[in-house]
């Protein structure tokens, strides 16, 4: 479906994991191949060079990398995380990128704010990321994020659906596609 007459809905992907071999980056770059007509995704590739969140540090100006990860949410109409589980929980890189991520800038609105959003994450577990995602939801709506309810995607076993860094199983990708057909659909309604 192509959303609002044409338009190309902007999206910025955001991996919640450093690691090189990381499946979720796996499943950001699974997504925007499968991105439907009318969507642009954009992966975020500098969470690794977001400094941990101190008030002391944003009030001398914010540091290159929270200015880049800044600039590319405000850059985009919606957001799409994909997120491991570490110990039952979000990462605490992610954690941290939202945390700056919801504070104003100087003479702007907290890049998180009003900004429509989707989650999705993979685990080599048999849980998949089923406890994560409720903590990066709630995460996101505290800081004024407009985050779409369904589909889940909870992909578990991951280690068996990723082969040299793509993610090839058939069944995931449709899960994927399912989910960016939403997106599409919810970006506007959610900017109301």
């Not at 907290?110 to 994450?121: F, N, R, Y």
């Not at 709506?141 to 578990?156: D, F």
């Amino acid at each position: 479906m192509v959303s609002d007459k044409g338009r190309v809905w902007r999206v910025c992907g955001i991996s919640g994991s450093l690691r090189k071999a990381s499946y979720n980056s796996a499943v950001l770059r699974a997504a925007t191949e499968l991105a439907p007509a009318g969507m642009s995704i954009t992966a975020f590739e500098g969470l690794g060079n977001v400094p941990m969140f101190n008030q002391d540090v944003e009030a001398e100006g914010d540091p290159e990398g929270v200015t880049a990860l800044k600039q590319a949410i405000r850059g985009a109409d919606a957001l799409l995380i994909a997120t491991p589980e570490y110990n039952g929980g979000i990462p605490g890189v992610l954690k941290n990128a939202l945390d700056w991520a919801s504070r104003k800038g100087a003479d702007e609105a907290a890049a998180l704010t009003g900004k429509p959003a989707a989650v999705l994450g993979a685990s080599p577990g048999r849980l998949g990321t089923a406890r994560a995602q409720p903590q990066l939801r709630q995460t996101l709506g505290g800081a004024g994020a407009i985050v779409m309810a369904k589909p889940e995607v909870h992909l578990m076993g991951v280690g068996g659906l990723v082969t040299d860094g793509l993610l090839v199983d058939e069944t995931a990708r449709r899960m994927i596609a399912a989910l960016l057909e939403a997106l599409i659909d919810w970006i506007p309604r959610a900017q109301l």
